[in-house]
């Protein structure tokens, strides 16, 4: 009996040798990939929460910056996320800040300086069309048409399509280009909702175009009679 035993479990062992000898590297790979996917996932995971950490210790530097109008630190504060951690959501939010504190303050270059890397550089095309939208403002003040038509051109965002055509309505009509101005403001008016307030400014602008809007045209017919 015991030889049976013996003779069986010679058999198995033999059984599992070869099978080890044709599979035992293949398994031995999926394992060892599987193990450093594993791995990599828990460091990517704990590199991301790091790197969040880090921005958010950051961005409360720059908003307190911001608070006091210090619009120096708050753009060397930008500068620092920039190159630390360029891919955050709150370096994209610091930045959109750092611009509208530096234009404030009368720093124009540095405005469009940190809303042209947001342009190029922010992660989420939200971020990226607020950025083109903001820096279009800027280059129309500075009387950079062309400069401005071209980063409108780039806001690609479908939720900002009606802000991106009434920007480009303002720089049409600073160009002196009424007809083209209008047909931007009436594409911007029929992008927003209704209940939009700001619709009511684009609104005034087309009846300043003597071009209302159908509701207003009728609303300003029956108050003639």
Do not use: H
Request: charged share 30%.
């Amino acid at each position: 009996m015991a030889n049976t035993l013996d003779l069986q479990e010679q058999e198995q062992l033999d059984e599992l040798k070869a099978f080890w000898k044709q599979w035992g590297n293949l398994i031995t790979w999926v394992l060892t990939a599987c193990l450093l996917a594993f791995a990599s996932w828990n460091a990517w995971g704990w590199y991301q929460r790091d790197q969040a950490t880090k921005a958010a210790a950051m961005f409360d530097e720059l908003d307190r910056a911001a608070v006091a109008g210090d619009a120096d630190k708050a753009g060397r504060v930008f500068n620092d996320m920039k190159e630390r951690f360029a891919r955050t959501a709150l370096t994209q939010q610091g930045g959109l800040m750092a611009a509208r504190l530096q234009y404030d303050k009368g720093q124009a270059d540095a405005a469009k300086a940190s809303l042209a890397w947001l342009a190029d550089n922010a992660v989420e095309d939200e971020y990226r069309t607020i950025a083109r939208l903001r820096l279009a403002g800027v280059l129309l003040d500075a009387k950079d048409y062309d400069g401005a038509l071209k980063a409108l051109d780039a806001a690609q965002a479908k939720e900002f399509a009606g802000l991106v055509a009434d920007r480009r309505g303002d720089v049409l009509l600073a160009q002196g280009k009424k007809d083209d101005a209008r047909a931007a403001y009436q594409a911007a008016y029929k992008a927003l909702d209704d209940k939009v307030d700001y619709r009511r400014l684009i609104e005034a602008k087309l009846t300043a175009l003597a071009a209302p809007p159908a509701p207003a045209a009728a609303a300003a017919s029956g108050a003639a009679k």
